[in-house]
């Protein structure tokens, strides 16, 4: 074995961190409950559709408008949008630093309070 090896400084990343693919869901939902905050951390989303496999980006500002900024998309099934399919869509999200994206299906972040999201009152983020 090489002299120098047990030389070499000690990975600067804390024994507890993980990798961010590795990260479980509740972790990423606690990133970004709201289409609001996934849109403001770039999230990129797309839907799928079970039955016919089509494809759409999630466009978050739209759904912001319509449904409210604090509209969730997790653990969501919204019917299929194409023309005479009665399937169902899930969510899919992959944040700027991931390459994979990952579904929106996660148990509630044990760490968070009901409603943690929300602006304190009069309150701007
Ligand atoms: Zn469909």
């Not at 120098?4 to 939902?29: D, N, T």
């Not at 999630?58 to 023309?83: F, H, Y």
Request: net charge positive; aromatic share 10%; with cysteine.
């Amino acid at each position: 074995m090489q002299a120098g090896l047990a030389e070499r400084p000690r990975a600067w990343v804390p024994m507890s961190y993980v990798k961010l693919e590795r990260r479980p869901p509740p972790w990423w939902r606690s990133q970004a409950e709201t289409v609001d905050q996934m849109q403001a951390k770039h999230w990129d989303v797309t839907s799928r559709c079970s039955t016919c496999h089509l494809v759409m980006r999630v466009n978050l500002a739209v759904i912001s408008k319509v449904s409210g900024g604090e509209t969730s998309l997790w653990n969501r099934r919204q019917r299929c949008r194409r023309l005479h399919c009665t399937g169902f869509v899930t969510f899919s999200a992959r944040p700027p630093e991931l390459m994979q994206p990952f579904a929106l299906m996660s148990a509630w972040p044990e760490d968070r309070e009901p409603g943690w999201w929300r602006k304190p009152h009069g309150a701007r983020r």
